[in-house]
């Protein structure tokens, strides 16, 4: 299991800089006017965990596999996409693809980027975003809910969707019926203004790391969303410098944690995402899932032969694998445990499972 981030925004807020960045690549073009990015640029990015690459080192692994995160870049988003102005449709379309949105808005002046409006201002350029998408999810929703397509719903879904109509039609967000539905009727939506978000405020170097006017301004407006400074031409070099070049940079610019791995603690806690691994000395790996997942649905994540064919997971949590230095020596210091299948997998567990022929 991996999960997919959409990046998306107006036009020339840094989308494209900030993907190259993230996926250490230059596919995204970057240039200086509008709708540079037609198509989806994808990107697969490795999550960087110190706690796997010891584990793979103590078990000696010939294979370490860390666990993923897809970005998706998404061509720049105008006021009136929903009726299709500039690439409106299109975007959309990709943006319901992706598990979580990442709004990135332009939080610093410059005379040399073109700008879509006259003037800098995120929460504007951010409204603009969630308007087109309220919008499009109206759209959707009245199609949906039109006499001869209510007759293919559940009565569950029927009334989630209602509920949804009346409140993006009255100019509410519907994020509340988040609490009152369970998550695969959300899910199974696709509605665009109840995927997760993270709004991501691009900034000049100088407003490293400790933000500006606007990124206060963001802060003030959306308290209630999960909001990351950084600015996109930065990570873009910190990204293409060899690693210990890079730790360097960082160090000198103090600049403690990169984007990209507070995207992705952002990320995993928004879309409630822990991590287990798997250590042997053919392959030490990690693993996502969701919090609270039971060994029984952990173990089929691997394989859906092993959830059909559960026995026992044996358990080690990864302090003590790597304090004892392995699974043998965990067990003689009485640190390895035999549980169920309603175990409730712990974040950093290493685990191995005991499955029938």
Not at 198 to 226: H, M, Q, R, W
Not at 293 to 299: E, G, I, P, R, T
Request: aromatic fraction near 8%; glycine fraction near 6%; include cysteine.
């Amino acid at each position: 299991m991996s999960f997919k981030c959409g990046i998306v925004g107006l036009p020339n807020v840094g989308k494209s800089t900030l993907f190259n960045a993230l996926t250490t690549s230059k596919k995204a073009q970057a240039e200086n006017f509008p709708f540079c990015t037609i198509d989806p640029n994808v990107g697969i990015v490795t999550v960087p965990d110190e706690r796997l690459d010891k584990i793979s080192t103590i078990s000696k692994s010939i294979k370490k596999i860390s666990a993923a995160i897809t970005f998706v870049d998404i061509a720049g988003l105008v006021k009136g996409a929903s009726k299709g102005e500039g690439l409106g449709n299109k975007f959309l379309s990709h943006v319901r693809e992706v598990d979580t949105i990442i709004h990135l808005t332009r939080c610093f002046d410059s005379e040399k980027i073109q700008n879509v409006n006259k003037d800098v201002d995120p929460i504007r350029d951010l409204e603009i975003i969630e308007t087109e998408i309220l919008l499009s999810d109206l759209e959707s929703l009245t199609k949906r809910l039109e006499k001869n397509n209510k007759k293919k719903l559940e009565k569950d879904e029927l009334n989630f969707l209602e509920d949804c109509y009346k409140l993006i039609s009255s100019g509410k967000k519907p994020d509340m019926l988040k609490e009152k539905y369970n998550k695969d009727i959300i899910k199974k939506s696709t509605l665009l203004s109840l995927k997760p978000r993270i709004v991501v405020c691009n900034v000049d170097e100088k407003s490293l790391p400790n933000g500006n006017k606007y990124t206060e301004a963001c802060k003030k407006k959306f308290s209630d969303e999960n909001i990351i400074i950084i600015c996109a031409d930065i990570e873009d070099q910190i990204m293409g410098l060899q690693t210990q070049d890079r730790k360097d940079f960082m160090l000198e610019s103090g600049i403690k944690s990169t984007g990209l791995d507070n995207l992705i603690k952002t990320g995993y806690n928004t879309l409630g995402l822990s991590t287990f691994f798997t250590s042997g000395p053919e392959e030490s790996r990690a693993w996502t899932i969701q919090k609270n997942s039971k060994a029984v649905d952990a173990a089929g994540v691997i394989h859906t032969d092993f959830k059909k064919k559960f026995i026992r997971a044996e358990i080690v949590s990864h302090q003590d694998f790597i304090k004892f230095r392995g699974f043998n020596e965990c067990k003689d210091a009485g640190k390895l445990r035999l549980e169920g299948k309603e175990y409730l997998v712990n974040d950093g567990d290493v685990v191995f499972f005991r499955v029938g022929s």
